[in-house]
């Protein structure tokens, strides 16, 4: 199954601003966005499960200051991205630095892997500075979806 990223990800999906506490918060607010936007049917759920892959694999967080939580769950309707920049970073296991970039990846229970497509094809973008900087630096929800959508293919 293929899914355009701008499927995925819509404005309404973005998050400019993020105040979150720790990463519990910052996973929860982000799922308070997917139910808003229609996407997530149990939010309380969903959140145990990002949560529990948390715990799991020590944390999502990678360098340069991206974390891409995930997981797949009943109550996803469609599968979706929630990408949210935080000022000042929240602490997602990463060595280097705190997060101030998240993508978190829902995807509902019974489909393919896309999230994992999704998830790889992201990863392999996110390692360019260019890429990174531009989202930080995007002034809208919507200059962020166009510039995913123009390096995500």
């Known amino acids: 199954m293929t899914v355009a990223i701008d499927t995925l990800v819509t404005p309404d999906l973005v998050i400019l601003d993020l105040e979150a506490p720790d990463r519990r918060a910052a996973i929860e607010?982000?799922?308070?966005?997917l139910s808003a936007a229609g996407?997530?049917?149990d939010r309380d759920g969903f959140v145990d499960a990002v949560w529990?892959?948390?715990?799991?694999?020590?944390?999502?967080?990678?360098?340069?200051?991206?974390?891409?939580?995930?997981?797949?769950?009943?109550?996803?309707?469609?599968?979706?991205?929630?990408?949210?920049?935080?000022?000042?970073?929240?602490?997602?296991?990463?060595e280097d630095a705190p997060a101030d970039l998240v993508f978190l990846i829902a995807a509902p229970a019974g489909a393919d892997d896309v999230h994992v497509t999704?998830?790889?094809?992201?990863?392999?973008?996110?390692?360019?500075?260019?890429?990174?900087?531009?989202?930080?630096?995007?002034?809208?929800?919507?200059?962020?979806?166009?510039?995913?959508?123009?390096?995500?293919q």
Do not use: N, Y
Request: no cysteine; charged share 25%; net charge positive.
């Open 52 to 94: 529990a892959r948390e715990q799991e694999t020590g944390g999502t967080g990678m360098e340069s200051g991206i974390a891409i939580p995930h997981a797949k769950h009943a109550g996803v309707t469609e599968p979706s991205v929630v990408v949210a920049r935080v000022p000042g970073g929240v602490d997602f296991g990463a």
């Open 118 to 152: 999704v998830l790889s094809k992201l990863a392999r973008r996110l390692v360019h500075q260019s890429f990174r900087t531009a989202l930080r630096e995007a002034p809208t929800a919507e200059a962020v979806v166009s510039i995913l959508k123009e390096q995500i």
């Open 39 to 41: 996407r997530l049917t």
């Open 29 to 33: 607010a982000i799922a308070d966005r």
